[in-house]
T-cell receptor
Framework: QKEVEQNSGPLSVPEGAIASLNCTYS??????FFWYRQYSGKSPELIMF????GDKEDGRFTAQLNKASQYVSLLIRDSQPSDSATYLC??????????FGTGTRLLVSP | DVKVTQSSRYLVKRTGEKVFLECVQD?????MFWYRQDPGLGLRLIYF???????EKGDIPEGYSVSREKKERFSLILESASTNQTSMYLC???????????????FGPGTRLTVL
């Protein structure tokens, strides 16, 4: 079974710090990778996607992909209390579907 | 902007009732999905459809059926609602093209269903 693993957390960081969220996946044929943010009681919203090895930056967010290690991460710089949410990692294994991790809960304290 | 809408934000039904959840997307996406989300279990795929009148079972299809008569609309049907179907139901859509972010799934706001 194709799996996506995330630490459930909570990951607690102080305001202004860098939050590092990690995700591993089992299917080496995975093609694209997504990070979603989900506030409590709301639906997931896309933060960013990545499909090539290396880093991809968008504002305070950086996604990192290492296909050899089957590892994708999300860095949030200058974390704000409004970043407190659950972050879902998702992987497209090539069948028009995404496999989601169970999410990491991030808490940013003022 | 992609817009995915769901017919209800909150719904309360009785055990044994037939329940219809509707989802509409305005991005001409080929793929549509129904998930349920429960604490500690994450998102679980119930059914998906990659074209009009086409459907595929996901990981937990038991007790559910779907209908896709028009490209923009995907309905989830609970034939006889049970208390263990109390959950948050999320609809999503995506383009058929894979890779380079074009396979991004966009979610509706969700329907919180309670079965009494």
């Amino acid at each position: 079974q194709k799996e996506v693993e995330q630490n459930s957390g909570p990951l607690s960081v102080p305001e202004g710090a860098i939050a590092s969220l990690n995700c591993t996946y089992s299917d080496r044929g995975s093609q694209s990778f997504f990070w979603y943010r989900q506030y409590s009681g709301k639906s997931p919203e896309l933060i960013m996607f990545i499909y090539s090895n290396g880093d991809k930056e968008d504002g305070r967010f950086t996604a990192q992909l290492n296909k050899a290690s089957q590892y994708v991460s999300l860095l949030i710089r200058d974390s704000q209390p409004s970043d407190s949410a659950t972050y879902l990692c998702a992987v497209n294994t090539g069948f028009q579907k995404l496999v989601f991790g169970t999410g990491t809960r991030l808490l940013v304290s003022p | 902007d992609v817009k995915v809408t769901q017919s209800s934000r909150y719904l309360v039904k009785r055990t044994g009732e037939k329940v219809f959840l509707e989802c509409v997307q305005d991005m001409d996406h080929e793929n549509m999905f129904w998930y349920r989300q429960d604490p500690g279990l994450g998102l679980r795929l119930i059914y998906f459809s990659y074209d009009v009148k086409m459907k595929e079972k996901g990981d937990i299809p038991e007790g559910y059926s779907v209908s896709r008569e028009k490209k923009e609309r995907f309905s989830l049907i609970l034939e006889s609602a049970s208390t263990n179907q109390t959950s948050m139901y999320l609809c999503a859509s995506s383009a058929r093209t894979s890779g380079r972010g074009q396979d991004t799934q966009y979610f509706g706001p969700g329907t919180r269903l309670t079965v009494l």
